[in-house]
């Protein structure tokens, strides 16, 4: 029983545009075992520097394409995402004071804004008492779904010889941009890693992946390949594609796909996007996100910074992963065991303490 609370408190989850950041927040809401409610928040174009400037209200809230914003208030609102904190303010504001915010990866409000923070290495958050460290972004990623969702691909995948590689495409993402020559790169590697261990490729894209570099890797690739198109029509094979594969490759910039594909605990290669050389000295990085990146690390305040490479050589050195082409370094002592449901129920709990439980 919950002090103070019977049935649960109502909770909401606030969804955006950011898929990494709906898992994430859905994954929380899930593990806690209560009753919840999705409010869908659309954002109008404006909205960065309308949130910076606005605090607690919602002018950067696109509110006829939103879900509705009305009583009953929630008593608990989980969050991810800068798009999303001023509403979890606002709703707070509206609630008397009395929702507890639950704010999953680095908030741009000051940390004392919310009664608890769910941070990753990739962000520079201090220790506080309202900051929870853990190792992996959160996910909803179960070994043994994966494999029983396999089974609707069995007909499909019939014809290719395995093992099965499975790569997963990722997108531009702060410093990262997924260009055709990277594409091309990882065709080359990844041509080169079924040509010694065999079998056939499994491959998919992302809402976030380019369609230039999307469509470079399928023409560089040698190897046998089934492709599956994110926008294919139909559910979604990803969890499917997870349970299918017997190694994977992954464009190394999502956190979220990097605590995803460890979850399946089955071999995994990093394909790194970083440009070798000097940034500036690259075209594409002079687009507005890498851009903004680069100057953020270079002179931002050190709690608002973000390096995922933390996390990637963390994987390596730990021999949880290794990069793809590269020989695996050598393992100085073994990795702790770490469940892929640690850090979600470490985080659950952490929520009910919140309200007594």
Known sequence: MIEGHHPPPRTWVLLGCKAGDNNQVLALADALGWPYEVREIRNRPWELATNLLAGTRLWGVDRRRSSALAPPWPELVLSAGRRNEPVARWLRRQSGGRAKLVHIGRPWAPLAAFDLIVTTPQYFLPAAANVLHNRLPLHRIDPDRARAAAAALASELAMLPRPHTLVLLGGDSGPFVFTEDKAHRLAALVDD?????????????????????????????????????????????YLALLGAADLLVLTAESMSMLAEALAMAKPLHLFSLHDPEAWWRRAHNWRIKPLSHHLAMAFGPRRMRRDVTRMLELAVAEARAQ??????????EPAPPVAPGDDLERA?????????A
Do not use: E, I
């Open 193 to 237: 890693l079924v040509a010694t261990g065999g079998g056939a490729v499994l491959a998919t894209d992302s809402r976030r992946t380019p369609a230039a570099a999307s469509a470079a890797f399928r023409a560089a690739l040698r190897a046998p390949c089934r492709f599956f198109a994110w926008s294919d029509p139909g559910p979604s094979r």
């Open 323 to 332: 990069w793809l082409g590269a020989p695996p370094p050598p393992v100085t």
């Open 348 to 356: 659950a709990q952490r929520v009910r303490a919140l309200f007594g």
